[in-house]
Protein backbone atom coordinates (compact mmCIF):
# COMPACT_ATOMS: atom_id res chain seq x y z
CA UNK A 1 0.00 0.00 0.00
CA UNK A 2 1.46 3.12 -1.02
CA UNK A 3 1.75 6.15 1.51
CA UNK A 4 -0.35 9.02 1.49
CA UNK A 5 2.84 11.42 0.85
CA UNK A 6 3.78 8.99 -2.44
CA UNK A 7 2.62 10.25 -5.91
CA UNK A 8 -0.04 7.59 -7.17
CA UNK A 9 -0.33 9.05 -10.79
CA UNK A 10 3.45 10.45 -11.10
CA UNK A 11 4.58 12.37 -14.37
CA UNK A 12 7.16 10.55 -16.71
CA UNK A 13 10.20 12.51 -15.10
CA UNK A 14 9.10 11.08 -11.56
CA UNK A 15 9.33 7.77 -12.91
CA UNK A 16 12.45 4.75 -12.34
CA UNK A 17 13.46 3.69 -15.94
CA UNK A 18 14.00 0.43 -16.31
CA UNK A 19 16.92 0.47 -18.87
CA UNK A 20 20.08 2.82 -18.71
CA UNK A 21 19.59 6.52 -19.97
CA UNK A 22 22.62 5.73 -22.53
CA UNK A 23 20.32 2.52 -23.96
CA UNK A 24 17.23 4.94 -25.06
CA UNK A 25 19.62 7.34 -26.25
CA UNK A 26 20.78 5.09 -28.66
CA UNK A 27 17.34 3.56 -29.62
CA UNK A 28 15.65 7.33 -29.63
CA UNK A 29 18.81 8.59 -32.04
CA UNK A 30 18.62 5.57 -34.29
CA UNK A 31 14.47 5.90 -34.80
CA UNK A 32 15.00 9.30 -35.65
CA UNK A 33 18.20 8.88 -37.96
CA UNK A 34 15.62 5.81 -39.32
CA UNK A 35 12.66 8.47 -39.58
CA UNK A 36 15.10 10.90 -41.30
CA UNK A 37 16.60 8.40 -43.58
CA UNK A 38 12.87 7.21 -44.38
CA UNK A 39 11.89 11.04 -45.55
CA UNK A 40 15.34 10.80 -47.73
CA UNK A 41 14.28 8.17 -49.41
CA UNK A 42 10.85 9.43 -50.18
CA UNK A 43 12.75 12.66 -52.10
CA UNK A 44 16.09 11.06 -53.35
CA UNK A 45 14.61 7.65 -55.10
CA UNK A 46 10.74 8.62 -54.70
CA UNK A 47 10.14 6.01 -52.68
CA UNK A 48 6.05 4.92 -52.79
CA UNK A 49 4.91 6.46 -49.43
CA UNK A 50 2.53 3.47 -48.99
CA UNK A 51 4.66 1.18 -46.68
CA UNK A 52 4.50 4.60 -44.17
CA UNK A 53 0.75 5.12 -44.52
CA UNK A 54 -0.12 1.41 -44.59
CA UNK A 55 2.38 -0.21 -42.28
CA UNK A 56 4.67 1.93 -40.05
CA UNK A 57 1.61 4.77 -39.50
CA UNK A 58 -0.95 2.00 -38.11
CA UNK A 59 1.69 0.58 -35.58
CA UNK A 60 2.17 3.66 -34.14
CA UNK A 61 -1.59 4.03 -32.11
CA UNK A 62 -0.87 0.43 -31.32
CA UNK A 63 2.63 0.97 -29.48
CA UNK A 64 0.76 3.79 -27.85
CA UNK A 65 -1.87 2.23 -26.40
CA UNK A 66 -0.45 -1.13 -25.85
CA UNK A 67 2.97 0.59 -24.56
CA UNK A 68 2.79 4.35 -23.79
CA UNK A 69 6.35 4.52 -21.93
CA UNK A 70 7.72 2.88 -25.10
CA UNK A 71 5.92 5.58 -27.24
CA UNK A 72 7.28 8.69 -25.62
CA UNK A 73 10.57 7.58 -25.76
CA UNK A 74 10.64 6.18 -29.31
CA UNK A 75 8.59 8.93 -30.86
CA UNK A 76 10.55 10.84 -33.29
CA UNK A 77 8.63 13.88 -32.89
CA UNK A 78 8.80 13.93 -29.15
CA UNK A 79 12.51 13.16 -29.50
CA UNK A 80 12.57 16.59 -31.90
CA UNK A 81 10.46 18.25 -29.52
CA UNK A 82 12.65 17.42 -26.41
CA UNK A 83 16.00 17.99 -28.14
CA UNK A 84 16.36 21.60 -27.65
CA UNK A 85 15.88 21.15 -23.49
CA UNK A 86 18.19 17.82 -23.82
CA UNK A 87 21.34 20.16 -25.41
CA UNK A 88 20.79 23.18 -23.21
CA UNK A 89 19.43 25.85 -25.93
CA UNK A 90 15.53 26.29 -24.84
CA UNK A 91 14.27 29.84 -24.66
CA UNK A 92 11.62 27.78 -21.90
CA UNK A 93 9.12 30.69 -22.64
CA UNK A 94 5.65 29.58 -21.13
CA UNK A 95 2.66 28.75 -23.39
CA UNK A 96 0.25 31.53 -23.17
CA UNK A 97 -2.88 30.59 -22.16
CA UNK A 98 -4.49 31.57 -25.30
CA UNK A 99 -2.64 29.46 -27.09
CA UNK A 100 -3.08 26.66 -25.12
CA UNK A 101 -7.43 26.80 -25.36
CA UNK A 102 -6.42 27.17 -28.80
CA UNK A 103 -4.22 24.35 -29.34
CA UNK A 104 -7.26 22.24 -28.81
CA UNK A 105 -8.90 23.55 -32.14
CA UNK A 106 -6.01 23.55 -33.99
CA UNK A 107 -4.97 19.89 -33.44
CA UNK A 108 -8.88 18.85 -34.18
CA UNK A 109 -8.85 20.91 -37.80
CA UNK A 110 -5.06 20.08 -38.17
CA UNK A 111 -6.25 15.52 -37.87
CA UNK A 112 -9.07 16.04 -39.97
CA UNK A 113 -7.39 17.93 -42.34
CA UNK A 114 -4.22 15.14 -42.68
CA UNK A 115 -7.22 12.39 -42.66
CA UNK A 116 -8.14 14.09 -45.40
CA UNK A 117 -5.74 14.82 -47.67
CA UNK A 118 -3.56 11.80 -46.76
CA UNK A 119 -6.41 10.16 -49.01
CA UNK A 120 -6.07 12.48 -51.89
CA UNK A 121 -2.30 13.44 -51.78
CA UNK A 122 0.03 11.87 -49.01
CA UNK A 123 -1.11 8.16 -50.15
CA UNK A 124 0.44 8.75 -53.63
CA UNK A 125 2.40 11.95 -53.89
CA UNK A 126 6.43 10.82 -52.09
CA UNK A 127 7.48 14.44 -52.00
CA UNK A 128 4.27 15.83 -50.65
CA UNK A 129 4.58 13.34 -47.82
CA UNK A 130 8.30 14.18 -47.05
CA UNK A 131 7.54 17.57 -46.81
CA UNK A 132 4.95 16.75 -44.21
CA UNK A 133 7.02 14.36 -42.12
CA UNK A 134 9.84 17.12 -42.82
CA UNK A 135 6.99 19.73 -41.85
CA UNK A 136 5.78 17.86 -38.88
CA UNK A 137 9.68 17.52 -37.58
CA UNK A 138 10.58 21.50 -37.83
CA UNK A 139 7.32 22.39 -35.88
CA UNK A 140 8.15 20.17 -32.96
CA UNK A 141 11.56 21.13 -32.52
CA UNK A 142 10.70 24.73 -33.33
CA UNK A 143 8.45 24.10 -30.54
CA UNK A 144 10.49 22.91 -28.09
CA UNK A 145 13.07 25.45 -28.38
CA UNK A 146 10.62 27.83 -27.59
CA UNK A 147 8.10 26.40 -25.02
CA UNK A 148 8.59 25.42 -21.60
CA UNK A 149 6.86 21.98 -21.04
CA UNK A 150 4.67 22.45 -17.73
CA UNK A 151 0.85 22.53 -17.65
CA UNK A 152 -0.47 25.78 -18.44
CA UNK A 153 -2.83 27.17 -16.34
CA UNK A 154 -6.30 27.98 -18.40
CA UNK A 155 -9.46 29.96 -17.43
Known amino acids: MKSPQENLFPNYLEMASRLPLWLWMVVRFSILAGFLALIASFVSTRTHPSLFWALLLPIAPLIFFLAPGIWRNICPLAKMNQLPRLV ?5 LDLPAWAAVASYGVAACAFYSLVFFRKVIFNHDAPASALLLGGA ?14 HAKVG
Open 88 to 92: GFSRS
Open 137 to 150: LTLAFLGGQQIEHR
